[in-house]
């Protein structure tokens, strides 16, 4: 357990109680579709900072608003232009975040002082249950410490940050498994800041101009998330390709989607790239729990979720 550590964690299945516990201007852990989030009130600033502190966040790095139905993304937004309207139409309640102008009425905090606001509908049936009794949007990035692979259990996030959050609303472990991709809608193109379940070959059928955001070296990044590092067990990642030779005499795992040939202390052989992805951070935790030093990941073809799969093995292996 952190040092610093004082908060009495209350663990419930109770969408009604955790949602109490937000309007007492705590803070929340809860399932959604794609990793476990920690929730706060948008329009609550102190409640805001405590999700920084619990998380040992950078104040640089802004939140994801999360709406419990459409009518809600007024109260974030400033407007919702056509680029949006359409993907809402089109996606809504999905695992995709829309990058914004934000309303005047939301704290600084939200959006680490951006002008912009990230806004997500989840189709977690608990997480909309919980926002709905909430009755406010909330913004709650990942439950986990930074730095650390996002949970995607409520064990991964009692882990991380029992005795730092006020409640874990107890749900199933997350369908998908990595987080939602993120788009900047405030351009005339839009822009794919991370990858996700929502592929840029679904984005394109709805506006074929969509592509993916290129961080331009000596450019301020778009996605301030995007500079951290991320997704990182304590093992070193090692991104292989199928056919790769292991020279190594340390404890060793292997995660991807061809059984390997050479010996490993924990092996992961996925069924699918979507599998693979469902798999990845819970993998990375229990690597971490049996002290493994390196995991071996397969790559796979950056294309559907696969792009999504490649972008976080290659942040975590980084660095
Ligand atoms: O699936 C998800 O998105 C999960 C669940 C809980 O909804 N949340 C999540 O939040 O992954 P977080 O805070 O771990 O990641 C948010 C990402 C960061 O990379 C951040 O920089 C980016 O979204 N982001 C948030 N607001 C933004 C904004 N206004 N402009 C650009 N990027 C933004
Ligand atoms: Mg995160």
């Known amino acids: 357990m952190p040092e610093n550590s004082s908060v009495q964690t209350i663990l419930t299945k109770s969408p009604i109680k955790a ?6 201007g705590g803070i929340v852990a809860f399932p959604t579709e794609t990793v476990y989030g920690l929730g706060a ?20 790095n802004p939140l994801i608003a999360h709406v419990g139905n459409l009518e809600q993304i007024k109260l974030l937004v400033s407007e919702i232009n056509e680029t949006a309207d359409k993907f809402i139409k089109a996606f809504f309640p999905a695992p995709l975040t829309l990058v914004l102008p934000k309303a005047e009425k939301v704290p600084r905090a939200a959006t680490a002082s951006l002008p912009t606001i990230g806004v997500r509908m989840p189709r977690n049936k608990l997480a909309l249950e919980f926002l709905r009794q909430c009755k406010t949007p909330l913004v709650a990035p990942s439950a986990n410490l930074s730095g650390k692979p996002s949970p995607t259990d409520w064990q991964a996030v009692y882990e991380d940050l029992n005795g730092r959050i006020d409640c874990i609303l107890q749900g199933e472990a997350t369908e998908i498994g990595l987080e939602s991709t993120v788009v900047d809608c405030t351009a005339n193109t839009p822009l794919v800041l991370r990858a996700g379940a929502i592929t840029l070959e ?18 301020q990044p778009k996605s301030p998330g995007l500079k951290h590092r991320h997704y ?31 010996k490993f202390d924990l092996i992961k052989t996925c069924a699918s790239v979507e599998d693979y992805a469902h798999s990845l951070f819970d993998f990375f935790r229990q690597c971490d729990r049996r002290e493994i030093e390196e995991i071996f990941c397969e790559t796979v073809e950056e294309t559907g979720i696969g792009l999504a799969l490649m972008d976080r093995l290659k942040r975590a292996s980084d660095g």
């Open 232 to 262: 990182s067990p304590r093992a070193k990642v090692i991104p292989a390709s199928p056919k790769f030779k292991v020279q190594s005499s340390k404890s060793k795992a292997f995660i991807g989607l061809t059984e390997p040939k050479e």
């Open 19 to 24: 949602a109490q516990i937000i309007k007492r």
């Open 41 to 60: 009130n948008v329009f609550d600033a102190r409640a805001i900072e405590k999700i920084f502190a619990a998380k040992q966040r950078p104040n640089d």
């Open 202 to 219: 679904d984005l394109q059928k709805i506006i074929p101009e969509t592509r993916i955001y290129n961080h331009r070296e000596n450019e």
